[in-house]
């Protein structure tokens, strides 16, 4: 018959209480380890979207505009003047058929107008969805930043026949719309400027 000496036995483990404090510092060590472990970064490209000269008038109906891009140093300057009536569609648009091949996560841009509304983007992707974005703009002489997370999309609608709407944005995309819309039953006559494009990956 084993004679066990418990007292021996037990005085080999660590109290429980010391236990304890040897996992929460091993915790403690790895959440440490992971904070201090290199962290990618997001890559940013700048197109040169606003210094095109493709851009073609793609306003709501009723909505009188002109566009024009100004190719000053930099990134150029996307300008839209319009003229908004009452009965009209409210937004007036400039339209670029151009694609984006790379998916993205964020795009920024700045915006202009002295005229308090909402800054429209649309984007077009490869099954024919139109993603649209908007964001409000307080009417100001300054440069206004916008930022839009591209898979938050405010709405979606097909472009045409056929597309398949999933509220998703599916690269390719194939075009590009930056516009400016009006509240419901306001009118203006101005114009609106947007600069700087980044994508953010």
């Known amino acids: 018959m084993n004679n066990y000496n418990w007292t021996d036995m037990n005085a080999s ?5 010391s236990r304890g ?17 290199p962290r990618a970064q997001a890559e940013i490209v700048t197109p040169r979207w606003f210094g095109s ?14 566009v024009s891009a100004e190719k000053r140093p930099g990134l150029g300057v996307l300008r839209i003047g319009y003229t908004i009536t009452a009965g009209s569609a409210r937004y007036a648009g400039a339209y670029l058929h151009q694609g984006v091949k790379e998916p993205f996560d ?5 915006v202009k107008s002295a005229v308090s509304g909402r800054a429209l983007v ?13 964001v409000p703009v307080q ?10 997370r591209i898979e938050k999309p405010s709405t979606t609608f097909p472009d045409k026949a056929g597309s398949v709407l999933n509220k998703e944005p599916d690269f390719p995309f194939t075009g ?17 400027f947007f600069s700087e494009p980044e994508l953010i990956r």
Do not use: N
């Open 106 to 110: 964020e795009l920024r841009f700045r």
């Open 122 to 134: 649309r984007f077009i992707d490869q099954d024919g969805e139109v993603l649209q974005y908007t």
């Open 13 to 17: 483990c660590p109290p429980k209480s």
């Open 176 to 192: 590009m719309l930056f516009g400016f819309e009006l509240p419901k039953g306001a009118e203006a006559s101005g114009e609106v």
């Open 139 to 148: 009417g100001s002489s300054e440069w206004t930043p916008v930022s839009i």
């Open 21 to 37: 404090l040897v996992r929460r510092a091993a915790t403690l060590l790895g959440l440490l380890a992971l904070a201090a472990a």
């Open 53 to 66: 000269e493709h851009w073609k008038p793609a306003s709501g109906r009723e909505v009188r505009s002109e």
